[in-house]
């Protein structure tokens, strides 16, 4: 994708160095523009004020599932998601440059990331201890000058903190994908092949979500996410996730939609983008 013009910028949470980040740049295939944000409520805010031309926040992880804080915020929401990446999540163990692996006693990251460097870690016999997020335990490294210690983060955060890598790829599931949703106040063209999310509610009564399920089937369109998420606002009831092939400006979507709002009690579309590229081995 190319930018819209000179002055923008792609807002994430997080710091120099986080995954978000890494997608940020491999997204558009070189380093741009970026500002990292404390919370995702801040990216959104961000974006939504102009501040930001496009927000970057993880939607699912192929080992850990759906990251529901950013389903709950584009409800609330009114940008659009206009691109999805997949992101192969490597772990890299690093050091300062003088230190050697040998002199390392306590290794520094994100519970997440520790967990699933398990294997590894164990391995390495040396005590963990738990920061706020991986891009966090690399600059922790840098700024307290830790001779003895090592991080668990992102081949970016190395670059960002001049920190070396001493062990590449060291998680323990291969296969780990975090897939991004690109937002922005404007919506996407129609391209080859295309995805539409959406977000929607039923009568609560039995066969209400069969009778919605079936304007999808009836027209041949291809599910390939469905999840459900309490409503805040009404307890006992449930708001469904979907994402299917299509973009909302094919006729047959369209179509679609409108059956589905007949259905449904609510219907908002979070977007139509161009569909992302898995990795092959995802």
Known sequence: MTPHSKSWVAAYQGIDG???QEAIFSYFNKQVPTCGLPTFDDVIE???????????LPAENSITGTIVQTYDLLLQSNLCIIGEYYLPIHHNLMILPDSNLESIQ?????PQALAQCA???KRLNTRTEVVWDTAGSAQKIRQENLADAAAIASHQAAKAYQLK???ANIEDIVHNTTRFFVLSKQSAKAASHNKT?????????????????QVFSAQGLNLSKIESRPDRQHPWHYIFYLDFEGHIDDPIVNQVLLHLLKRATMVKILGSYPLGDKPNAA
Request: proline letters at 2%; hydrophobic letters at 45%.
């Open 18 to 20: 986080a995954f978000s």
């Open 46 to 56: 961000q974006v939504e004020a102009g501040e930001a031309q496009y927000g970057f």
């Open 106 to 110: 306590r290794v520094f990251s994100h």
């Open 119 to 121: 294997q590894y870690l």
């Open 165 to 167: 890598i001493v062990a």
């Open 197 to 213: 999310s959406i977000l929607f509610s039923v009568k609560h009564q039995p066969g209400s979500l069969v009778d919605c399920l």
